[in-house]
């Protein structure tokens, strides 16, 4: 099908969300709460865009909207100029140590608003992809908490949680780096827990925790004893991988291979 995009034409798949198309055609549509691997939360609404379809124009979130044939979008209208303006305002005000706000406040030329006080020590915006994350995994180890102005995200009642495998998946995914995550002689500490980490196979580098793959071993069952990549690193993964692609598998049969 095709869509218009800034009065562009574009082909677009019926399964595709604008975010997926305007991404795909080097278009820029800012996110925070995005994730190719948790889509569909859409709850930072910087991606939000003009739309006009079946004769209606509105607002949508890009990285939810699904693509219609013949529609319209916008994303560098008047209204959604001045929206993100203000969401980035708000979002600074909330997460004024964030790196990755202030980068976006200078590359989209937005003043910060020094009219109401800001958190100071706050980098978290409640986006809510840390959590969705633990769930994903099934861990639950961590939640949002209170109401309000007292809202944020930790573990039950501030201590160690049970449940936590010590992945880092929500320190990863975090789009403001506002989970704290430290890693020294072997060991990770993340919500006030420390774990010993364990050596790639291949190049010996610290990579997870035993409670990490032990969980990831217990999700796969019986195909756990199949997949010698799961005692690699991401970095020695990606070069398997690549060493199997350059052999001649294609990649359709490498994952295949690490499925079975």
Request: proline share 4%; net charge neutral.
């Amino acid at each position: 099908m095709q869509i218009f995009i800034n009065n562009k034409p574009y082909e677009a798949n019926a399964s595709e969300k604008i975010l997926d198309v305007a991404r795909r055609n080097g278009i820029e549509i800012p996110t925070l709460c995005h994730s190719e691997a948790l889509p569909g939360l859409a709850s930072c609404r910087l991606c939000m865009v003009e739309v006009k379809e079946n004769g209606r124009t509105g607002q949508v979130a890009a990285c939810t909207h699904p693509v219609a044939e013949g529609i319209e979008v916008n994303t560098e209208s008047e209204l959604i100029a001045h929206h993100r303006k203000t969401l980035l305002q708000l979002y600074y005000l909330m997460a004024p140590q964030s790196k990755r706000i202030k980068a976006m406040l200078s590359y989209y030329h937005v003043p910060a608003f020094d009219r109401l006080p800001a958190d100071k020590d706050n980098k978290c915006i409640l986006c809510g992809l840390c959590t969705k994350a633990c769930s994903e995994l099934g861990t639950n180890a961590i939640s949002t908490l209170n109401r309000g102005t007292d809202k944020k995200v930790g573990t039950a009642f501030d201590e160690p949680a049970i449940t936590c495998i010590g992945c880092g998946a929500c320190a990863s995914i975090c789009p403001t780096e506002a989970i704290e995550m430290s890693e020294q002689d072997g060991k990770r500490t993340i919500w006030e827990k420390t774990f010993q980490l364990l050596r790639c196979s291949d190049c010996g580098e610290y990579f997870t925790t035993p409670e990490a793959l032990a969980h990831v071993r217990q999700k796969l069952g019986e195909r756990a004893g199949k997949i010698e990549e799961l005692q690699l690193c991401e970095h020695c993964k990606t070069k398997k991988t690549a060493t199997k692609l350059k052999d001649g598998l294609k990649l359709e049969e490498v994952f295949d291979s690490l499925a079975k």
